[in-house]
Structure formats: structure tokens, C-alpha cells
């Protein structure tokens, strides 16, 4: 059996403890495995906005808890869990108090790469770059290492766009990196 | 874009995920916030189910259409009354279905 199946298992024994017992001990251990990628996933889509991306991981982990008999198991749990955050995420971003300089970052207007930048700075300008859509596949095919069929579940999105999403981000950003690696070598 | 250009940018926006997050007293809040949990209670639903079976049985038992219909109906006879009471019941049954439907559509897009 593979480690994930294994996984798997483990979260469904954990679900069926709260379920069938009430075993808030047994919410407590799936909580702590999963807050981690839970929360970095909302810092990531809230563009390293720690305070109101603890804020949706607290609203995503209670209506897990109350959605708990909702989980069939036909995804992953930590699956069903970012599902929960990225609705959560867009629930928050719809409502009018929301920031308008957290909304997509596909202007083009980007200022140049610069050399003395280091490198996640130059990888998360390159992501600026990219239409909100693209980030957002790669976040979760790439960094939160889903599958594309994970993803399309997670944002809601046709398979086939998740996969177009994810060659024209990667795509881009090689074509942005590759030019700030010209120039580095330009200038030495 | 060949595989391997491909695993080099895979690469790169790994190194610039900085990974889940340490915990930082997150988990210890979350479950001191944590309601109780609401129980799925099944009396209710049963109760009503009986009430209504009771009180449509009390208010049709004296009708004489649901008594022919009922007789020639487990007699093996389709007559009028019989058909009748069946149609009336498929109508139902239809009813049922569709509002079932419709609840657990209604829930699941509120999921």
C-alpha cells in the first residue's frame, strides 16, 4: 500500500471517530495535519496576508466541522480541505470590503527583474506576471503538489482548462526567468 | 515546453514555496472556537411520517371510494376506484421524488 493510501486511511478512521463518536480528539489530529498546507495555501492566494489568511483557514476548518458527514471520500481529505478554503477564498473576495489591490495581477505592468533581487523574490514578480487563473494552477498543481484532476476538483475547473492553465503559466514564467538570466549574465 | 525545462521551473517555484506553516498556537485556538457538534436526531422525521399515516388513514377510512378502491384493488380487480387510488398514490410517490430531489440538490449547492 502505497504512503498516500496509507494516508488516506488513517484521515477516514479519523473522520469516522468524529462522526460516529463524537471524538473531538480525532478532529484535533486531522487539524494539525493540515492546517499547515491549509494555511499556506490561503497566505499564498491572499498574496502573504497572514492575519486575514488565518482568519479563512479558521472559517474553511469550522465548516469542515460541520460539513464533516459531507466527506464521502471520493477525494483526498486534505483535498477536500483546500476545496473548503478556496471557496472560502472567493466567498471572501466577492464581498465589497474587500481590498481591490488583492484582485488579479494580470496588468503586465510589472516592474523589470532586478539582479540584486534573490530568488523568490524574482519568482514571485514572475508570478505577478501571470493571469490570476495561471497562479492559482500552479499554486496547486505545482507547490501544493496536486494532481491537475485534484486541482479541477479543488478550483472547480474543467480538467482540460487546469491543464492549459498550467502549460501557459509554466510557460511564462520560463520565457520571464530565462530573460532575467540573460541579463544577469549581461551584466557580469 | 520539453519535460525537462518544465522540471526546472517545477523546481524553482518549489524553492520559492516556503511549505506549510508552523502551528503557532493556530490548532489550540481553532479547537477552544469549536461548536458542539449537531447531532442527526431521526425522531422527529419518524414521528411525523406516523402522524400523517395515522391521520390520512382516520380521515379517509370512511370514504367509500378509498374503501371499494382498496378492496378491488387487493381483490385483483382494476376498476375505477381502484385506479384511482392508484393514481393518486403515484402522484404522490412523483411528489416525494421531485421535493427529494430538489432538497438534495438545494443541499448540495449549499455545500
Known amino acids: ?188 | 515546453m520539453s519535460e525537462h525545462e518544465d522540471d526546472a521551473v517545477d523546481a524553482l517555484l518549489l524553492a520559492a514555496f516556503e511549505g506549510p506553516m508552523p502551528d503557532e498556537g493556530f490548532c489550540d485556538n481553532m479547537m477552544q472556537r469549536l461548536p458542539a457538534r449537531r447531532r442527526y436526531v431521526w425522531w422527529p422525521l419518524a414521528a411525523g411520517l406516523a402522524a400523517g399515516a395515522a391521520l390520512c388513514f382516520l380521515t379517509l377510512q370512511s370514504a367509500p371510494l378509498m374503501r371499494t378502491g382498496l378492496r378491488d384493488w387487493l381483490s385483483g380487480q382494476l376498476s375505477a376506484p381502484a385506479l384511482t387510488l392508484l393514481l393518486a398514490m403515484a402522484g404522490i410517490s412523483l411528489l416525494t421524488l421531485v421535493w427529494t430531489m430538489e432538497e438534495a440538490d438545494a443541499t448540495r449547492m449549499k455545500s
Open chain 1, 1 to 188: 500500500m502505497t504512503d498516500s493510501a496509507v494516508q488516506a486511511r488513517v484521515d477516514q478512521a479519523l473522520v469516522a471517530r468524529v462522526l460516529l463518536a463524537d471524538d473531538r480528539r480525532a478532529f484535533e489530529q486531522l487539524l494539525r495535519r493540515y492546517q499547515g498546507m491549509v494555511r499556506a495555501q490561503l497566505r499564498r492566494l491572499l498574496n502573504g496576508d497572514h492575519a486575514k489568511a488565518d482568519d479563512l483557514a479558521q472559517e474553511t476548518f469550522l465548516l469542515a466541522w460541520r460539513k464533516l458527514d459531507q466527506f464521502r471520500g471520493d477525494a483526498r481529505f486534505s483535498t477536500w480541505l483546500h476545496r473548503i478554503a478556496y471557496t472560502c477564498f472567493l466567498q471572501a473576495r466577492r464581498k465589497p470590503s474587500w481590498p481591490s489591490d488583492q484582485h488579479d495581477h494580470d496588468d503586465g505592468q510589472q516592474a523589470e527583474p532586478s539582479q540584486a533581487m534573490d530568488l523568490h523574490l524574482d519568482i514571485a514578480r514572475a508570478m505577478q506576471r501571470l493571469s490570476h487563473a495561471e497562479q492559482t494552477v500552479l499554486l496547486h498543481c505545482v507547490q501544493l503538489g496536486m494532481s491537475h484532476s485534484e486541482t479541477a476538483y479543488v478550483l472547480a475547473m474543467p480538467l482540460g482548462t487546469v491543464k492549459t492553465h498550467a502549460a501557459q503559466g509554466k510557460a511564462k514564467l520560463r520565457a520571464l526567468l530565462a530573460d532575467w538570466q540573460d541579463r544577469k549574465e549581461e551584466a557580469s
